[in-house]
């Protein structure tokens, strides 16, 4: 990775880290996916997508498997500074329409003009010099281009054990970025931004998964500043969270003999279309 990407990044995403996240990070909704396909302007020919912050390709396998964007994607180029990441995405995105390279929010690499659609999923909060990277967006997008920011969140208001749980991650974060939405909406409100795009255009929901301790507790583990801590503090936060899903406020039980229950999240949709 290079200086333009945050250091808690850099060693959190490093090789040997990223079959697990891979593992049990959770799906993108298909209903989010079809909204974001409803909103790219109609065209006869098929989409030039740049997919920056690509990780290990959940989204984009996500993007592949789906019954509109799979038949829409003329080229998928994807861009993700961890090698570690890089290497996973090559294993498991088998489709001759995308590549993956090295490269930043502010260094793409692409050519003047060339995408249609930039998206970015689960990582723009990563992103240190949001003027830069506006910048980018605008160089390699075409005139009737946009943006597409996607977040996939813990929903840490449909339950007490999902708030509990966040908070003993984020308690050890040691200033890594988070999603923040007062923060994100500034960033959206830079000279950079607003001489460049117009309004974002803003859309969430909710949706649950299936959750179980292991699910959970292994999820957890792959935040980038913990798979950083020491052996013996990450004992610690696995005795935490065990002590959380134990008591189980709020805990709406699947199959309670299976140890299967809701797993609440938010979906955070954002779309900046360039002027």
């Known amino acids: 990775m290079t200086a333009s990407v945050h250091p808690n990044a850099q060693a959190g995403f490093a090789t040997g880290t990223n079959e697990s996240y891979n593992r049990v990070r959770p799906p993108y909704p298909v209903d989010c996916l079809s909204y974001v396909h409803s909103q790219v302007p109609r065209s006869t020919t098929l989409l030039k997508i740049v997919e920056i912050g690509a990780g290990t390709g959940i989204f984009t396998r996500?993007?592949?498997?789906?019954?509109?964007?799979?038949?829409?994607?003329?080229?998928?180029?994807?861009?993700?500074?961890?090698?570690?990441?890089?290497?996973f995405w090559t294993k498991c995105v088998q489709d001759n329409r995308c590549t993956i390279v090295n490269g930043t929010f502010d260094d793409t690499g692409v050519e003047d003009g060339?995408?249609?659609?930039?998206?970015?999923?689960?990582?723009?909060?990563?992103c240190l010099d949001y003027g830069k990277a506006f910048t980018e967006f605008a160089r390699i997008l075409n005139?009737?281009?946009a943006a597409v920011f996607v977040w996939?969140?813990?929903?840490?208001e449909a339950?007490?054990?999902?708030a509990q749980a966040q908070h003993c991650i984020e308690a050890r974060g040691n200033g890594s970025p988070r999603f923040r939405l007062e923060v994100l909406r500034q960033a959206f409100s830079t000279p950079e931004y607003t001489s460049l795009f117009?309004?974002?255009?803003?859309?969430?929901?909710?949706?649950?998964?299936?959750?179980?301790?292991?699910?959970?507790?292994?999820?957890?583990l792959s935040w980038s500043?913990?798979?950083?801590?020491?052996?013996?503090?990450?004992?610690?936060?696995?005795?935490e969270i065990k002590v959380i899903l134990e008591?189980?406020?709020?805990?709406?039980?699947?199959?309670?003999?299976?140890?299967?229950?809701?797993?609440?999240?938010?979906?955070?949709?954002?779309?900046?279309?360039?002027?």
């Open 159 to 162: 339950a007490g054990w999902v």
């Open 143 to 145: 005139k009737d281009g």
């Open 114 to 126: 060339w995408a249609d659609l930039i998206i970015i999923a689960q990582a723009f909060h990563w």
């Open 198 to 220: 117009y309004a974002q255009e803003e859309k969430h929901w909710a949706h649950y998964g299936i959750a179980t301790e292991q699910i959970v507790t292994d999820r957890l």
């Open 152 to 156: 996939n969140l813990a929903d840490r």
């Open 225 to 239: 500043y913990i798979t950083m801590l020491p052996p013996d503090e990450k004992v610690k936060v696995v005795e």
């Open 62 to 87: 996500a993007l592949l498997s789906h019954p509109e964007w799979g038949t829409s994607i003329g080229t998928l180029r994807a861009i993700e500074p961890s090698d570690g990441m890089r290497d």
């Open 247 to 275: 008591r189980g406020d709020g805990k709406v039980w699947i199959n309670k003999e299976q140890g299967t229950y809701q797993d609440p999240h938010t979906v955070r949709i954002m779309i900046s279309r360039k002027k």
